[in-house]
């Protein structure tokens, strides 16, 4: 994905800053005592010492441990320091439902704190805080932090918030707090104002998920394999909503036994718990559990558990209502885009089950690679551009039926509204579709079929021939975000850039996969760094003038850091990492450069790339050790 148009034109301009080459050096690490407190949100090194021990348990039984998150049952367990902190008073909105935390919005010198002692069972790999938070101010300063939000778990700072920060609307907060398993903690925000001009913070939903063995599986084999998804759906005459049925067949390849599959709810981020855009029911072939990680994961135990080889079946109605908004899940108008709305089976690895949040930074999905059958019924009015390849035959009176086709893609996405449509057939013979919202000229939709069909040949040339069949590209200068992509369809501004940069996606992420979550660099640094190569540029420039945020900042940090430095996000993973490639191109060769990476492809089409595996590939295509590279680089894994 590229970063939203502000961040975008924010890492061009320091891009197009850099002057002379020259190796990172390592930063004066002086960072803000913001940075300072956020920096904790990512990385508690420790659980704090004043905490007690739980109860121990052998295995983690997920669970959600925060009571009355959404503040609907009163005020207990919550402890307030004044009866109007949990409150359904005017001036304010809750998240969901009616009632909300409001801290602040005094206007004078004021404190307000909100804490709960919660319990974070041990056997728990995964332990993650989540809260929507409001801020809303009448300073008018863009530069000084006068009121503040903090948030705490024992006596480990997760984050300070600002008037700097207010927003429109809430924003989910996301914090790994797996340190404290094991240990009874307070959880704490406390709200401070001057003596002027108000500022509002304004909590909801907050729930502290834990899922997860700490004792991982006999081998790190990644299961359940071989993800096989047939779906019908029929969409309402708007294309909002789509109902019907989904089934999922997978094979255990683990040596572990497979008990229990969890499937990926993502677009459940962009709604509520007690209104969730995505709803699954009627499960066969399992018993459904709860639904954990902000409602974006649905445990369910298998009717039986699966020895190494063994496939089984589970079947579900599905629900899906698009949201409003330009967004990759949300419609723009008579156009929706509907990204990561099908349930995809997440993954257990030597770390056990990968449930991490939704971020809306970046990506969170971590998927293998899996054969999709999706049935489309829809009216004919309505253009239906869908991953894979597609074809429409008659249905019910004023109804077309789209079949999707795709093997070995991560994902499905597909698009409702009535598009104009080009299409043509780059020079290798992919074929590409450009689909266009209202809007987008017809000049500026041709512009993009040209580039879309000049750049998959170029990534092809390098990377390995495209294998899914047709192209599509959904053209809306509405997208907040810039682009999105998805395996053989992709959401993009007018931007040649951009449509170039989520097209080098099919390879980095679709065909060699990684965990967007845990390493985000894999997919959008070797993205960005693709796409460069493929407009002619070398990467000249790079790291004069860079200067790293603190000590802890590292190209190869996962989201849950990028999260909670979110400004810094797009420099570093999109900047930094594609100026990192360019270094070792530039130290490797550009011959053994471009064999390294076509041979990596090879090595792990429709696998999945690890930066451990990538370093040792590096290291084995020169005689050069990288060791000082990667320190230098901050390259770590």
């Not at 850099?18 to 050096?25: H, Q, R």
């Not at 039926?401 to 299409?423: E, L, M």
């Not at 909670?564 to 420099?571: E, F, G, L, W």
Request: negative net charge; hydrophobic residues 40%.
């Amino acid at each position: 994905m590229r970063p939203t148009p502000r961040k975008a034109l924010a890492a061009s301009a320091l891009l197009a800053a850099l002057a002379a080459l020259s190796l990172p050096a390592t930063p004066a690490t002086a960072a803000s005592a913001a940075a300072s407190t956020a920096r904790a949100a990512a990385v508690p090194a420790a659980a704090p010492a004043d905490t007690a021990p739980a109860a121990a348990a052998d295995a983690c039984t997920p669970a959600q441990v925060v009571a009355n998150g959404g503040f609907e049952s009163g005020v207990p367990p919550w402890t307030q320091s004044a009866t109007r902190v949990i409150t359904s008073r005017t001036g304010e909105s809750a998240h969901g439902g009616a009632a909300f935390a409001w801290l602040g919005g005094v206007g004078s010198a004021h404190t307000d704190t909100l804490s709960q002692s919660v319990t974070i069972p041990s056997g728990c790999a995964a332990a993650t805080l989540t809260f929507w938070l409001h801020i809303d101010t009448a300073e008018t300063t863009s530069s000084t932090a006068y009121d503040k939000l903090t948030a705490k778990i024992g006596t480990t700072t997760l984050a300070t918030y600002s008037n700097l920060d207010k927003n429109t609307g809430y924003l989910l907060k996301s914090f790994d707090v797996s340190a404290f398993a094991g240990r009874t903690v307070t959880l704490a925000f406390t709200g401070t104002e001057d003596s002027s001009l108000r500022s509002s913070f304004v909590l909801d939903d907050i729930a502290l998920d834990t899922s997860g063995d700490t004792v991982p599986p006999a081998d790190s084999t990644r299961t359940p394999a071989a993800p096989s998804y047939t779906v019908s759906l029929a969409s309402d005459a708007a294309g909002t909503v789509w109902t019907g049925h989904e089934s999922a067949t997978f094979t255990n390849a683990s040596a572990s036994p497979l008990t229990e599959v969890y499937l990926r709810l993502w677009d459940n981020y962009h709604g509520t718990c007690s209104a969730m855009p995505v709803t699954v029911s009627a499960v066969t072939g399992g018993t459904a559990g709860a639904l954990s990680v902000g409602c974006t994961a649905l445990q369910i135990t298998l009717a039986s558990p699966l020895a190494q080889g063994q496939s089984a079946t589970i079947g579900f109605d599905l629900g899906i209502t698009v949201p409003s908004g330009a967004d990759r899940f949300g419609h723009d108008g008579a156009f929706s885009f509907i990204g990561n709305a099908l349930p995809v089976l997440a993954v257990r690895d030597g770390a056990g089950w990968h449930l991490d949040p939704y971020t809306n930074n970046g990506e969170s999905f971590y998927s293998l690679a899996a054969d999709f059958k999706v049935t489309l019924d829809h009216p004919t009015s309505l253009l239906v551009p869908a991953t894979g390849t597609s074809v429409d035959t008659p249905g019910s009176s004023g109804r077309t039926v789209t079949t999707a086709t795709a093997s070995q893609v991560r994902d499905f996405a597909w698009a409702a509204g009535p598009f104009s449509k080009i299409s043509g057939t780059s020079a290798a013979g992919t074929a590409v579709n450009v689909y266009s919202v209202s809007g987008i000229s017809s000049a500026s939709a041709q512009s993009m079929l040209t580039t879309a069909k000049s750049a998959v040949d170029a990534h092809a040339a390098r990377f390995g021939a495209y294998p899914y069949g047709e192209l599509d590209a959904v053209i809306d200068n509405n997208y907040w975000f810039g682009g999105m992509e998805y395996p053989g369809f992709v959401l993009d501004l007018v931007s040649t850039t951009a449509l170039t940069h989520e097209i080098a996606h099919q390879w980095w992420y679709g065909i060699v996969g990684d965990d967007e979550y845990d390493s985000p660099w894999l997919d959008e640094s070797f993205t960005d760094y693709a796409t460069d190569l493929a407009q002619g540029k070398t990467g000249s420039g790079c790291w004069s003038g860079v200067s790293w945020a603190s000590s802890a900042e590292k190209i190869t940090n996962s989201m849950a850091y990028w999260d909670a430095h979110s400004s810094r996000y797009s420099t570093v993973v999109y900047g930094y990492g594609k100026c990192a490639l360019h270094d070792l191109r530039r130290l490797v060769g550009d011959t053994a450069m471009a064999r390294l990476l076509k041979d990596y492809a090879t090595s792990h089409w429709y696998g999945v790339s690890t930066t451990a595996e990538f370093k040792a590939a590096a290291q084995a295509a020169t005689t050069t050790d990288l060791t000082s590279f990667w320190t230098t680089h901050r390259i770590e894994g």
